[in-house]
């Protein structure tokens, strides 16, 4: 992760690959692998990285990381739809009293206020309307 936080997503991908390689169940190894694949692709999910985040999913079902992250990199391709499902799942098979929980809840959330401006700037170019931008100058 250190690697990958100063942008050397090429080096730490393939130190998570040893690791991965070494601990096939290790569900944070293969996120961090995911994530930094990601990072390596200049943000898009390539299939190396899904496959990376679906094997931190096969390792530990219960663990909302691999969704959670997947959700992401599928966000920063406008795929807000899959994002809302996949992280919405996450939530109903979450105990009430599961600490990363509110977390969740928060960026579905988010995630609902987003796609709903989306919505409302879509509808609105549909009826020629010339859309308010969201941040106006002063």
């Not at 998570?16 to 694949?37: I, M, Y």
């Not at 990376?52 to 997947?70: I, T, V, W």
């Amino acid at each position: 992760d250190a690697l990958a936080s100063r942008g050397d997503y090429a080096n730490a991908a393939t130190i998570l690959r040893g690791a991965v390689e070494k601990d096939p169940k290790n569900t944070d190894a293969w996120v961090a692998l995911g994530n930094a694949l990601v990072g390596h692709a200049e943000g898009h999910l390539s299939p190396a990285a899904l496959y990376a985040y679906r094997m931190g999913a096969q390792a530990d079902p219960a663990n909302p990381s691999p969704p959670m992250f997947l959700g992401l990199a599928m966000a920063r391709e406008g795929r807000f739809d899959e994002t809302r499902a996949m992280w919405q799942a996450v939530l109903d098979k979450a105990p009430a009293d599961a600490p990363w929980r509110k977390n969740v809840e928060e960026r579905v959330a988010r995630l609902d206020k987003l796609m709903e401006m989306i919505r409302q700037r879509q509808q609105q170019e549909e009826a020629g309307v010339t859309p308010t931008p969201a941040f106006a100058p002063r």
